[in-house]
């Protein structure tokens, strides 16, 4: 495939009138389209413009609103809530962001609890910010019922992401972004794309058999939790914190059949952030730079997030990689 | 082996008396008999009276002060840090509690940040009367370098339990309890005493190299994290939270080379406590009764925890199970 470059600014541009002509706010379009062409720019490539299509076929479904208002609600001093309006999860994050940072500074700590909204994208954009300003943060969402719980039979958790962002002295922020599943669905959605097969222990057919074939763990199988009992209790905990606490659905609570088309998970998701100046320790973002430099002296040389760094710091030199195809397509949508 | 079975408040009692006559305050006495009793009657072997050699050892080196008086400190509405005093972090916690409670039910969530303080226990103990209370309760503590990083040769990470805990209605709390690691390190040491071999995976030798021989991995080898890169991203979000945000010593950091018998880790520990009621979702504790109950509708029938209540309720039945030997044991430290 012929790979072009497009300035990152283009691209947000591009994608901003993309979701403006296809049924979002102008608000919505502004914040999924930057989403959207961050994870395209960092080579998230399962979270880029990969994901286009799907989000075009869930809001031509009338499956979710894209002009939701979020209402932001002041629970309590470290209590933020806010209802998405069955609109997507990262304007309301956007709502509630002043009431949260806010809230970290006056206590040390602070959670926002997004409900009734659907999440489509990499979670590492949710937290990455907090922790540029000096915060840690933690990030939980559910989905969809994809993933087998250890020891059951049918799927029933989502791909359960947690995300986590702390800063580091000198350095952009360490960053992971990591499905408490086997393999993310995105991977799979592109392996199947490109007809590969993937490793043993990844995910099961619709008859609860293993199999490698991501087609088949597509049409009706289900996917596994990483590292068995313990990845399941932890996607069970994203359950619990994504959807118990904040009041939106479980994965497997959300019936989208009246909706062909519908692609995003309508649950909810959970923030936790931490201001760890508050606290009584020593500078944080130091430590962090401490313990990363030990963990290069023990032979890790990448670090999570690097790779999205790297590939960050080369699109904004020769611009955002996408394919021809993917960039004529996306100009399609606004004939 | 033959096995008796003792009352649980009887065991306290006999704890208590070895921790005192072995160089602890009264509180602290109090605090971690309850907690290794509360161990042996759950069935947590490694680290019921099995621990008991490795505390009173630790205690005669001088390596951990016994004595220590827990310092609390009011940072923030929401942020209270507990400086240990080079002594135990249950006692620690204990001292906090109160003041914890206060701000959780105050704000909707608050953390404790204990640092200076030695864990040798299980986790979920810290957790679980949280749940019990209708919080929801997260749990880090680091350990002691004995885990090699993702990538890595050398061990860096500590075994670095994450606890959670969650109110269920009409039962007791979901409580799992989960070593980042591949395998506890009680149980490799149990393995090792029991002169058995390990799975694949779980651990390697003193030259970094995959071995199933636990002796092997406690004689200057290492374990590995489970799931690989994410088990391992887990296992540095501890050493983040529990460590850096807390002010305790990182995993690698500290030195008992000085304190022969010293088997302590001097780190830190971060618990964060969440008051559901405090949010604008529904019941949260007929929240996760729903979730369990779709558990075992797909064929989960064992939740996390449950192996516990069920020996709890036959200890509380018959009395707590103890070897004749570790009985001998323990009465003959009171000689």
Chains 1, 2 share one sequence.
């Not at 497997?252 to 923030?271: I, Y």
């Not at 760094?309 to 399609?332: C, F, H, M, N």
Request: charged share 20%; hydrophobic share 40%; with cysteine.
């Amino acid at each position: 495939m012929s790979q072009e470059r497009i300035p990152f600014d283009e691209l947000v541009s591009l994608l901003t009138q993309v979701f403006r002509r296809h049924g979002t706010s102008e608000t919505a379009a502004d914040v999924l389209a930057r989403n959207c062409a961050s994870a395209q720019r960092d080579g998230s490539d399962s979270h880029g413009v990969f994901r286009m299509p799907g989000y075009l076929s869930t809001l031509a479904s009338g499956w979710v609103d894209g002009n939701a208002q979020p209402v932001v609600e002041d629970c309590a001093p470290g209590f933020v809530a806010v209802d998405a309006g069955n609109g997507f999860a990262q304007p309301a994050l956007e709502a509630g962001r002043e009431l949260l940072l806010e809230k970290v500074r006056q206590n040390g700590i602070a959670l926002m609890a997004i409900r009734n909204s659907h999440h489509f994208a990499a979670l590492w954009p949710d937290v990455e910010p907090f922790a540029r300003q000096g915060l840690v943060a933690l990030a939980l969402v559910n989905s969809m019922a994809c993933v087998v719980p250890a020891g059951g039979r049918k799927p029933l958790f989502g791909t359960n992401p947690i995300s986590f962002a702390a800063p580091r002295t000198g350095h952009d922020p360490l960053v992971f972004d990591l499905a408490t599943c086997a393999i993310a669905h995105g991977d799979v959605q592109i392996a199947a794309k490109e007809g590969k097969t993937l490793p043993e222990g990844y995910g099961v057919d619709a008859d609860g058999q293993p199999t490698c074939d991501p087609e088949k763990i597509l049409d009706g199988g289900a996917l596994l939790p990483f590292g068995g009992y313990k990845g399941s209790a932890l996607s069970m905990m994203v359950e619990l914190m994504a959807a118990a606490l904040t009041g939106g659905n479980f994965s497997f609570e959300f019936d989208w059949s009246g909706h062909p088309g519908a692609k995003t998970p309508w649950t909810g998701e959970l923030l936790i952030v931490i201001d760890p100046a508050r606290g009584a320790g020593s500078n944080f973002a130091d430590r962090t730079e401490t313990l990363v430099q030990a963990m290069v002296g023990v032979g890790q040389t990448r670090q999570p997030g690097d790779r999205r760094y790297r590939q960050r710091a080369e699109s904004q030199r020769l611009g955002v990689a996408i394919t021809a195809a993917d960039l004529a397509y996306l100009k399609g949508l606004l004939d």
